[in-house]
């Protein structure tokens, strides 16, 4: 029912809980997470509470949105329910989450979803991320859910793709800061199947979806911040817990390397478009001999590329080295590079035999990074190269 589920590690953080509980630990928190409703994690938050239950861990229904889904109403059959709070309001009475219940209760793991729901107003706290600390800080483990478009960072984005602004959200230290994030992954095909199915929403709700937020493109890019999220938690550890020198790419990155050649407009342009093709962040570095200064024409040129780097949205690097190979190894593990664009040698093949190739340097110096040379028509009086 579900496929490519990609797991990340995380750290824990601190939060404050009532004087009268002296957890342990902390609880530990891990979030399912998918592009829109609809992609099945309640319903794997469930399955996987039941295969812990027959474990004999204590799980109990901290908080569960059925919205009406059949099959998770039925999956929550056999799992002990905290009762929520009723709380009066105008004449009405709703519900909440039942925070200190939870906490009263004890069990090893809580099961609630929709991490980014707002509370009911003047509640003790706003968010329901907010008691998810708390229960956290009560030494009890959390599974939760969210989608997305909740997360804080995204929220412009999301409004840009799917048109609607997300006014419930999350902070992205949530995310963060758990102890593993679980992506819910299937097709934008198979969610819209399910959509008309009236496996997500009431019928009369079905077709302004597939017209809103539900059209498919909408789900193609939202399913892709989803992934990405994902990965780069999954990079993140994987950095953080490999010996240095050997670090862990998920993500491709350009760098491109710039000097005051006339080709390095060029070089630039197809680092930009090969960016653009992965995806990929674009970066431009420019290394300068500490024994040399620029002439005015050479520093405008430079500034050039620095303008148009930034036209590309790429981070533009100076630096200072007598030994180029290794000062562009150097940034190229420090932001953990993936792809290197570089001109092919402007020098004579006397200089390349006295001095050797960078090319081959870089080869040498570089491991798990590809390197593009870009071939230029040589200038008939050109400037001499920090690169090169």
Known sequence: MFDNTQTAQAGAMPATFPASISPARRGKHKIYIGMAPGVGKTYRMLEEAHALKDEGIDVVIGLLETHGRKETAQKA???????????????????????????????????????????????????????????????????????????????????????????????DRILEEADEVVVIDVTPETLQERLLEGKIYAPQKIQQSLDNFFQRRNLIALRELALREVADNVEEDAVASTPQGQFCNIHERVLVCVSTYPNSIQLLRRGARIASYMSAPLFTIYISHPERFLTKEESLYIETCEKLCKEFDGTFIRTTGTDVAKAIAQIAEQYRITQIVIGASQRSRWQILFKGALTHKLLRLLKNVDLHIISAEKSNTPTRSAID
């Open 77 to 171: 059959n056999g799992l002990e329910m905290i009762p929520r709070k009723e709380i009066p309001r105008g004449g009405l009475t709703l519900t909440e989450m039942d925070t200190n219940a939870i906490i009263a209760r004890s069990p090893q793991l809580a099961l609630i979803d929709e991490l980014a729901h707002t509370n009911v107003p003047d509640s003790l706290r706003e968010k329901r991320y907010q008691d998810v600390e708390i229960i956290l800080a009560g030494g009890i483990d959390v599974y939760s859910t969210m989608n997305i478009q909740h997360l804080e960072s995204l929220n412009d984005l999301v409004a840009r793709i799917t048109g609607v602004v997300v006014r419930e959200r999350v902070p």
